[in-house]
């Protein structure tokens, strides 16, 4: 009897304990979850595509690249011109940037000579230009002293000069031909302006009698690859620093001829500059790029004979006042357009031991 109590207390106490420990089922209802993430799946979708659209939008547009464009984009602007004349205009006005934008060698020694700010003033003002020259510095001795290194920082007066051309176009070509005639011009204007430079650059340092030369005025030949080794060495005596690159050398057409044949005769120099014979130019030569101005001034006016020119960026400096304006005026008497373009600018040998004018018996 006993047990059966002992055994039946024991049944009871397992069910009390299995009641205890029993994990109660946990439900939850997903009916509208599945609904609510897709419709937050469509929200985040509908920003990111206008984020994208916004990133578009304030991406600047590509125009087309290349000649194309620049060629409408000029049209464009002639057009205008072209049609404000034909209206009746009786002056037009604008301006062309002077550029020489790739190696020419018949002209454009601003690629060569250091070009300042834009200037102030009138034609025929003076202006002052500042320069810093090269110095070295000394070994200073135990209890010794600095030297001075003077005449470093000045100014040079350079006289602001203008030069220009005009030309005459009949109503009637303007009317045919409109901007095709104005695109021409402004190209020749342009080349007019770079050629004016050149001639008051070349000028400006010839008149220097300070300038280093190498004089083979007695020579036989108009030219010779020799001067331009000589001219270097000068260049380096005035302690001037040489880099290939760093210099351009103006030869007139007489002189060119005479250095292509010297190089062409030479069998070391043939191999050295094999696009001599291959191309019959020369471009480049000991380092110098080669530059063939349209004007070389005269070392010697008797017999004319010519000058060269071996150029680093320092010796001079270039300041144009503005670029080359482009002016319009009609004469209703004569029914003909008159173009005028002038350039204005200034120039300075700032350096004239940068620069070493070759002497020359070349006349052409």
């Known amino acids: 009897m006993d047990k059966e109590k002992v055994e039946k207390k024991e049944e009871e106490i397992k069910e009390k304990v299995e009641e205890k420990t029993e994990i109660p089922e946990i439900k939850v209802d997903t009916s509208d979850l599945q609904k609510r993430l897709d419709e937050l ?4 979708k509908a920003i990111v595509e206008g984020l994208k659209q916004g990133f578009e939008a304030l991406k600047p547009k590509e125009e087309p690249k290349g000649k194309g464009i620049i060629e409408s984009n000029e049209k464009s602007r002639l057009t205008k011109i072209v049609e404000s004349l034909k209206s009746g205009s009786l002056r037009e006005q604008w301006t062309v940037p002077v550029d ?6 018949f002209g454009g020694l601003r690629n060569y000579v250091t070009v300042t700010n834009i200037l102030r003033g009138k034609q025929g003002a003076t202006v002052n230009i500042p320069y810093v020259k090269d110095f070295d510095m000394s070994e200073v001795t135990v209890g010794g002293t600095l030297t001075e290194s003077t005449n470093l920082v000045g100014s040079v007066t350079a006289t602001i000069t203008e030069y220009g051309t005009y030309a005459q176009i009949p109503y009637d070509d303007i009317e045919e031909y409109g901007e095709q005639i104005l695109s021409k011009l402004e190209q020749k204007f342009v080349t007019a302006a770079i050629r004016a430079e050149d001639k008051e650059i070349l000028d400006t340092i010839i008149a220097d009698t300070n300038v280093p030369e190498v004089d083979q005025s007695a020579a036989s030949a108009n030219f010779d690859a020799d001067w331009v080794a000589e001219a270097i060495s000068k260049l380096m005596q005035q302690g001037k620093n040489f880099r290939p690159g760093d210099a351009v050398l103006c030869i007139s057409p007489g002189m060119y001829e005479a250095l292509a044949k010297d190089i062409a005769g030479s069998q070391p120099l043939t191999a050295v500059r094999p696009e001599v014979v291959r191309d019959g130019m020369i471009s480049e030569f000991m380092g110098c790029r080669i530059l063939i101005p349209g004007y070389l001034p005269e ?9 060269a020119f071996l150029i680093t960026r320092n010796a001079v400096v270039l300041a144009p006042k503005r670029e080359m304006l482009v002016e319009t005026e009609r004469d209703t008497v004569a029914r003909k357009i008159k ?3 002038t350039h204005t600018f200034a120039v300075a040998l700032v350096d004239n031991k940068a620069v070493v004018e070759i002497k020359t018996p070349s006349t052409t």
Do not use: K, Q
């Not at 799946?41 to 985040?44: H, P, Q, S």
């Not at 020489?100 to 060698?105: A, I, L, M």
């Open 100 to 105: 020489v934008t790739s190696y020419e060698r």
């Open 339 to 341: 173009i005028t373009g």
């Open 299 to 307: 070392h010697d006016t008797t017999n004319h004979y010519l000058s």
């Open 41 to 44: 799946t469509a929200e985040v």
